[in-house]
């Protein structure tokens, strides 16, 4: 063989070795490296994974069940092929769940951002359209006239102009397109809706992250210590990707680098309790007019109470309230001012700009 041909050759097999042999693992029911599983998304990001085999890999995870080590190797992944985001030097925060909790609810934490914003903390959230619930963030954003993909310095401009900006996924991750079909025909959630939130391309210091499934608190909250996210809140709400208002929420407060265990409850905080449907939302036409009413500071009690609460728990994490029930009662306040509808509308018309 041709010493040129061979030198090409040779890392080939060796590369598709180490993918057989990590597929291989999952299939058994086995755990990968942190390392492993580094090199198998490289290989996903990077388009050389067939759909099959990206199906497999995915159900395989699923099943026996995603470990701190895999989150954190596939977010170093993912980190490692993102397109580049300017990072402000001043404080800011985001705040977004993995979905797949089937409850179909309204858009809280797109919501809490525009809350929190207007109560002096900037955001910028990292989101996508819906892939396993009936209305993602960008759907009702992009229904109410924003535009979302947009280079990373209109973003920048737009997060330092109004306080709040949205990171579209698909522009940021590129790579995530070879997963994009396998995803939708599967319709169930996978390790990407755990991923998602973990790498905001704009490395932001302050995380609130909601996941549906209550096993993945503490590796998410590790994954996110690991990624240098110095203060974050991961929660999950009696079956939700969000702080509830109908049951308690246990979570985990991250604080350089300690771990300390919480459990919200709404009475504690002088909320009332509220039937989980009474938030189930809709397409993004509705969920986008019940989004302006709440903003608005016209929304239904129970919608501006579960916002308040998860805009408050933001604000906390933040370190802008001493307790949980003051940052709510900040959040409540901001919220029947009026004022994040006012960001809502200087935010879209910004992405415009």
Known sequence: MNNNLAEFVAPEVAREDAVEAALGRLYAGDSLSREATERLFTELVGGRLSEPAIAAMLVALRLKGETTDELIGAARALRAADEPFERPDYLFADTCGTGGDGSGSINVSTAAAFVAAAAGLPVAKHGNRSVTSRCGSADVLEHLGAKLDVPAAVSRRVLDETGVCFLFAPRYHPGLRHAGPVRRALKVRTIMN????????????????GVADPRLIEPVALTLAALG????????????????????????????????????????????????????????????????RLLMGQGHAAEADVVALNAGALLMTAGLAESLKAAVDLARETLASGAPYKRLTAFVEATHG
């Open 229 to 292: 996210v110095e203060r974050a809140l991961v929660v999950h709400g009696a079956g939700l990707d969000e702080i509830a208002l109908h049951g308690e929420t246990h979570a985990l407060r991250l604080t350089g680098g300690r771990l300390e265990p919480m459990i919200i409850v709404p009475e504690e905080v002088g909320l009332a309790r509220a039937p989980v449907r009474t938030l189930e939302g809709s397409g993004p036409e509705e969920n986008a007019e019940r989004l302006k």
């Open 194 to 209: 755990a991923l998602g939130p973990c790498v905001n391309p704009a490395e932001p210091p302050v995380q609130l992250l």
